[in-house]
């Protein structure tokens, strides 16, 4: 996965690393590997893969002045709004 840092269009922070977006979700488990976070506008994902498991992606928007998690699958549900690169990533990942 490509890492993009910098400012980006529509006040979205600097892309934080996956640590970061980790730290910010609910299911944390001991012993993950991380991917490199991957910005795209407001959205940003990592890939997470736990011992013994298949990685998984784990979507984040920008909201509010902070990066939150987001179900994969409803946002890919209305994914008009989606840019194509999280799209391509995540919801066509499968």
Do not use: K
Not at 10 to 27: E, K, M, V
Not at 86 to 92: E, G, I, L, P
């Amino acid at each position: 996965m490509r890492q993009q840092r910098g400012r980006h269009p529509g006040g979205a922070p600097s892309c934080p690393d996956a640590a970061t977006l980790y730290a910010a979700t609910t299911d944390q488990s001991p012993g993950v590997r991380l991917t490199e976070t991957t910005c795209s506008g407001t959205w940003a994902f990592i890939g997470v893969r736990g011992p013994g498991q298949a990685q998984d992606v784990l979507l984040f928007e920008y909201t509010d002045g902070t990066w939150r998690p987001v179900d994969e699958d409803q946002a890919c549900a209305g994914g008009d709004s989606l840019p194509d690169e999280v799209v391509q990533s995540v919801c066509n990942a499968g």
